[in-house]
């Protein structure tokens, strides 16, 4: 007799791509642009949006969706900002899903939002193995990181649409290589678009602002930038 195989991982992600796809047309009929934002823990996703969100809010009506493991340390944050934010935690997980994806859109004022960042968990395994529904995925990598990650967690790299090298302010203290960071990402993903950045000094984040409002762009001109 055969040995009975369980595929709960494929059953869990099938069901989890199905429910994204649903979250997909819903932000598509309401026209906005969906960034899911993923890093390691403390390489700088929040920061990222509170620039952003200084940077464009008068430009886009932004809405954020923060993951955390516990605390509301990041929505407080983004809430003084003044555009709509929810907290999603999660005790015991490590990534965000489709279906509290579901459950924050439907708690948010998606008439009024154009642009929805998305912070998933600082996690640099799982979170990239999960649809949201959102159009493009965007990763974070942190100097003090090391750039030999994109060999050791290829998935997260792979899957990204823009990779930011974010802390570039530290460089003359770190023993980070760019030109050889470039090549372990372009290797697993030539498409991907590399931005060195710091969220500290601003440096670079205009690319990073005229990238999003590029897609935004193409979204209202009704042209997909489904992922
Ligand atoms: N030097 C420097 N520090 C930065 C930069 N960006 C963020 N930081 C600092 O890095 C720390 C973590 O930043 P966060 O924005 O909270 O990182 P995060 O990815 O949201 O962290 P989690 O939500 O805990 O996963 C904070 O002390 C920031 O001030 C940067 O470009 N340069
Ligand atoms: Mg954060
Ligand atoms: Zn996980």
Redesign the pocket.
Known sequence: MGVKVLTILEDILGANAEKARRNQDQLDKHGILTVNVM????????????QTISRLKQKARIGVI?G?VAST??AENIKKQGVPVIQINIPGGCHLDANMIENALNNLPLGDIDLLLI?N??NLICPAEFALGEHKRVM?L?LPEGDDKPYKYPLMFTEADVVLI?????LPYMEFNIPAFHKAVTGLNPKAKILP?????GEGLEDWFSWLLDEMRKMRRGGSVAC
Do not use: F, W
């Open positions: 890093s390691s823990p403390g390489a700088g996703k929040t920061s990222l949006l509170l923060e955390d340390i990041d912070e968990v600082g974070l942190s974010n802390k570039i302010d530290l950045v710091s969220c500290k000094t």
